[in-house]
């Protein structure tokens, strides 16, 4: 039986696109309220959205003509949020780099009991050097050096959230609880001393699900090594296809089970009464304001001439490097690479399919829906992280308009399931120690 869409979607800041503090219906300093980011989970509750996703960046955006996209702790607000609303998950981005191991295990087993096992811990590996500057004089490592940190991190989380089993003794005098069942974890590492064990007894589903993102050979490794919902930057369907075999042929190298991953890739909906709508809504909040002006934005970041582009020949794919140093993420450069060399694509259709590094899906509430469908009966991707241009109003009219058309065709449930979300994705508890360590090895 075929599982299940998935559908997340991204709340950070005011939106998706930096000029969505223009659009917002009232102030654009909401960024900064709670009530901005419980209204808007109310909303994807409302619309049986399995998660809300919180991306997170430690640094503040120089620009004042962009949105700072990350403000509050992801991790300190899902806790807030997940006892003001039921039912709804909360996928929370951490930095290894940047995080120590027992502090986040004792946050996560935390949050997990809170929520009642409503929480997926999105694992990054920080790339910016903006980031590395306010956690100390040392400069960010290098990227070899950052994935084996992270390999090490996610070994002794891992560890620590089994570390304690909370039982009786066989002897109520004995105590409260039986030390038999709190084992240290003794590591001792490259990167980390920890002794453990924690002192959170394990968590509801015994421990939240992991997400990762990873795109780069090392990013993929370390995906199969820990992750279980893979979000991802998928621009066409062969381009996806590609992905979906490269990391499964990885994960079988690695001995994981290829049905305990899921690809939830990014989606950026625009919704018009009319495509012809939808098209000038996109203009007017990517801030470009014509078709012309998201012309000029594409040869801006491609590094091309203006006066030298021609919008109606094949993009190359060679316009989209990934260096060890860029200060984004190296999925999305790959990404945009990955659709040229697919397909034969004008950059004026380039603009049409692509925003903020993800996919851009712009039409009406049929075209839109249509489209989940597809892709997600092809196969290849399990669902959607949603990313709506402007919140809240973007991502209301998705939850109106294009949820009740997943439900009609029988993707998408019309009521939350019992359980925490590693039941509802079907995801069961893998012998988790066994892969963790088996993870670390592979650094």
């Known amino acids: 039986m075929q599982k299940r869409l998935i559908l ?3 709340i950070n800041s005011t939106g998706y696109l930096a000029d969505s503090w223009r659009h917002v219906g009232g102030s654009p300093l ?5 009530d901005h980011y419980l209204r808007t989970t109310r909303i994807a509750h409302a619309g049986t959205l399995d998660a809300v996703f919180f991306s997170d960046h430690p640094a503040l955006g120089a620009d004042p003509a962009q949105r700072p996209l990350h403000s509050f702790e992801p991790l300190t607000l899902s806790t807030a949020l997940a006892v003001a609303v039921p039912d709804i998950g909360f996928e929370i981005t951490v930095s290894s780099t940047y995080s120590a191991p027992y502090d986040l295990a004792r946050r996560l087993a935390t949050l997990d009991h809170i929520s009642g096992g409503r929480v997926i811990c999105n694992i990054v590996s920080s790339f910016n050097p903006a980031v590395a500057a306010n956690y100390g004089s040392a400069p960010l490592p290098p990227r070899e050096a950052r994935y084996r940190q992270a390999h090490e991190f996610m070994s002794v989380v891992g560890a620590l959230l089994d570390s304690w089993e909370l039982r009786r003794p066989a002897d109520p005098q004995a105590g409260l609880w039986d030390p038999d069942f709190a084992r240290p974890i003794g590591h001792r590492g490259e990167f980390y001393n920890v002794a453990g064990p924690l002192n959170v007894p394990r968590d509801r589903q015994r421990r939240a699900l992991i997400g990762q993102a990873g795109a780069s050979g090392p990013g993929l490794d370390f995906a199969v090594a820990y992750g279980e919902i893979i979000y991802c930057s998928l621009l066409s369907l062969s381009a996806a296809r590609a992905f ?12 994981r089970d290829v049905g305990s991953l899921r690809v939830v890739p990014g ?5 018009g009464r009319s495509r012809e709508e ?3 809504r996109h203009e007017a909040v990517s801030g470009t ?3 012309e002006g998201l012309l000029r934005r594409f040869a801006r970041d491609a590094g091309i001439d203006y006066g030298a582009l021609d919008p109606d020949a094949p993009v190359s794919g ?3 490097t990934t260096t060890a140093d860029q200060q984004r993420p190296a999925g999305f450069s790959q990404a945009l690479a990955e659709l040229a060399r697919h397909e034969r694509i004008t950059p004026r259709q380039f603009v049409r399919r692509v925003e903020g590094g993800h996919r851009l899906v712009a039409g009406t509430a049929d075209d839109i829906a249509a489209d989940i469908i597809a892709w997600w009966r092809s196969g290849i991707v399990d669902g959607f992280n949603i990313q709506a241009p402007v919140l809240p109003d973007d991502l209301s009219d998705f939850v109106e308009q294009v949820v009740p058309r997943l439900q009609d065709a029988g993707i998408f449930p019309r009521h939350y399931e019992s359980g925490s979300l590693r039941e509802r994705f079907g995801l069961t508890q893998e012998a988790s120690s066994d892969r963790y360590l088996k993870g670390s090895g592979s650094a």
């Open 8 to 10: 997340t979607a991204g």
């Open 30 to 34: 909401v960024f900064a309220e709670f």
């Open 244 to 255: 979906r075999d490269e990391l499964h042929k990885r994960a079988i190298a690695k001995g």
């Open 267 to 271: 989606l950026v909906p625009i919704i």
């Open 278 to 280: 939808a098209l000038e």
């Open 289 to 291: 304001g014509s078709e």
């Open 318 to 320: 060679d316009l989209f």
